[in-house]
Nanobody
Framework: QVQLVESGGGLVQAGGSLRLSCAAS????????MGWFRQAPGKEREFVAA????????SYADSVKGRFTVSRDNAKTTVYLQMSSLKPEDTALYYC????????????WGQGTQVTVSS
């Protein structure tokens, strides 16, 4: 089993920045990828960003490219999401997720951290 704990959410004005953290514990030795997703009220959960654990290759949703940066700390098995130039439409519950090698889907999910961007 893997436990994921997100932190760093909060209320910020449009144009501001926040950094989210997600610490993984437990059976993390076979981590292939960690990602960030978000879900706004009344909307489906959507992909935000992900990072390949082996080499740090990153991917982003078009809506956040150039504004968000995903990074990792291998030693701490922690993934970060640096969010800049935040917009009201970035308001959502942000989740981190972990995928094991050999899996086509994310296997574990955190509880989420709320990000609210005021205009």
């Amino acid at each position: 089993q893997v436990q994921l704990v997100e932190s760093g959410g909060g209320l910020v004005q449009a144009g501001g920045s926040l950094r989210l953290s997600c610490a993984a514990s437990g059976r993390t030795f076979s981590t292939a990828r960690m990602g960030w997703f978000r879900q706004a009220p009344g909307k489906e959960r959507e992909f935000v960003a992900a990072i390949r654990w082996s080499d740090g290759t990153t991917s982003y949703a078009d809506s956040v490219k150039g504004r968000f940066t995903v990074s990792r700390d291998n030693a701490k098995t922690t993934v970060y999401l640096q969010m800049s130039s935040l917009k009201p439409e970035d308001t959502a519950l942000y989740y981190c997720a972990l995928r094991h090698y050999g899996s086509s889907e994310y296997n574990y999910w955190g509880q989420g951290t709320q990000v609210t961007v005021s205009s």
